[in-house]
T-cell receptor, first 116, second 111 residues
Framework: GAVVSQHPSWVICKSGTSVKIECRSL??????MFWYRQFPKQSLMLMAT?????????EQGVEKDKFLINHASLTLSTLTVTSAHPEDSSFYIC????????????FGPGTRLTVL | DQQVKQNSPSLSVQEGRISILNCDYT??????FLWYKKYPAEGPTFLIS?????DKNEDGRFTVFLNKSAKHLSLHIVPSQPGDSAVYFC??????????FGAGTRLTVKP
């Protein structure tokens, strides 16, 4: 079946630094990718929708200058957490929609970010 | 390593009847389970959850059952409505850590 990978799987960084997280669709092309943030024992929070070749659409309350999203190809989207702070520590998950398929979504394994 | 599995890719139910979506997991450490509903071209939205200390949680037409010994949970929708037609994902997490998703089940409720 379709596979979505994320890299890194976990990262620890110092406050004030920037961290880039990659989301790749390994065996299919994804025109649309979603980025989520998971809060403990709560539902996923959709941060933004990333469309290949265009600017990401951010959900209300998500700072687009802090969470930079780039969807440069049909198989790769990146999320960069700029000037990270401890409150940005979380689990970030991406998911991808296949080309021509509007309701089949594949989730990545997630990235655990810890900001010291 | 697929720790959460939804073995039925699709389910078709008549309006007014019960829809039962199933989910199995392999990691006995999971302590919290969630169901998400997803419409085409949208991200999934949270539906209902259950802690491992419970075996049932009900919210309106939606009930989630957890069988820890079988490592199985199910989502019951009754009565089913055409607007319930969507893809349903189950997810599991442990100790507030990383969430694992199933592959989803597409539910179609026919009028």
């Amino acid at each position: 079946g379709a596979v979505v990978s994320q890299h890194p799987s976990w990262v620890i960084c110092k406050s004030g630094t920037s961290v880039k997280i990659e989301c790749r669709s390994l065996d299919f092309q994804a025109t649309t990718m979603f980025w989520y943030r998971q809060f403990p024992k709560q539902s996923l929070m959709l941060m933004a929708t990333s469309n290949e070749g265009s600017k990401a659409t951010y959900e209300q309350g998500v700072e687009k200058d802090k969470f930079l999203i780039n969807h440069a190809s049909l198989t790769l989207s990146t999320l960069t957490v700029t000037s990270a702070h401890p409150e940005d520590s979380s689990f970030y998950i991406c998911s991808a929609l296949g080309v021509g398929v509007t309701d089949t979504q594949y989730f990545g394994p997630g990235t655990r970010l810890t900001v010291l | 390593d697929q720790q959460v599995k939804q073995n039925s890719p699709s389910l078709s139910v008549q309006e007014g009847r019960i829809s039962i979506l199933n989910c199995d997991y392999t990691n006995s450490m999971f302590d919290y389970f969630l169901w998400y509903k997803k419409y085409p071209a949208e991200g999934p939205t949270f539906l209902i959850s259950i802690s491992s200390i419970k075996d049932k949680n009900e919210d309106g037409r939606f009930t989630v059952f957890l069988n820890k010994s079988a490592k199985h949970l199910s989502l019951h929708i009754v009565p089913s409505q055409p607007g319930d037609s969507a893809v349903y994902f189950c997810a599991a997490t442990y100790n507030n850590n990383d969430m694992r998703f199933g592959a989803g089940t597409r539910l179609t409720v026919k009028p």
